[in-house]
């Protein structure tokens, strides 16, 4: 069964003894195309899940037009698929929504040791990085000049938004 699964528990907890269905005979890359096209359409699908499925749908894609060269496509499903590098406990905090999208797409370009060392850098410093950090530190990743200490420093930095800020209206 490639897609209906919902339905099909749907009826049976109805207690209905069939359903309507269509039978194709499809290649298991077929399948999968079809499969994720099927489960992206949920209402609530989490940025991990999302990650995983575009990631599967290229690559069945890839096998199919035998291509294993990187396309051109959409931006923000290439983003999805970077968050595939992530290491799960950093994906986490993504689908959780402690760490915003756009940070956590950057962050997947550190190496997993990197991104280890900043997952305890987070716990002990009780927040997440901003964009503009998660830029930094990817930047020093390529350098090959990412250690522990400056990831430290980098988190440390007082961000835009925890700056305070005081309003005098006019009148």
Same mark, same amino acid.
């Given at each position: ?44 699908? &989490? ?11 290229? %690559? +069945? *894609? ?5 291509? #294993? $060269? ?36 950057? &962050? ?11 997952? %305890? +850098? *987070? ?5 997440? #990085? $901003? ?41």
């Amino acid at each position: 069964m490639v897609s209906g699964h919902r339905r099909k528990l749907a009826s049976e907890l109805a207690g209905r003894d069939t359903i309507p269905c269509i039978v194709r005979d499809l290649t298991d890359d077929e399948a999968v195309i079809i499969m994720v096209d099927s489960n992206l359409q949920r209402e609530r699908v &989490l940025p991990s899940e999302k990650a995983f499925a575009y990631k599967m749908k290229l %690559d +069945a *894609m890839r096998r199919q037009a035998g291509r #294993p $060269s990187k396309e051109n496509g959409n931006t923000q499903i290439q983003r999805y698929i970077r968050l595939t590098n992530l290491i799960p406990e950093i994906l986490d905090m993504v689908d959780d929504g402690r760490i915003a999208f756009r940070p956590a797409v950057e &962050l997947s370009y550190l190496a997993e040791k990197e991104q280890r060392i900043l997952y %305890d +850098a *987070m716990g002990h410093a009780d927040c997440t #990085p $901003s964009l503009a950090q998660a830029i930094k530190m990817k930047s020093f990743s390529r350098e090959g000049k990412l250690s522990e200490a400056v990831i430290r420093s980098i988190m440390a930095e007082e961000k835009p938004n925890q700056k305070e800020q005081f309003r005098i209206p006019k009148e």
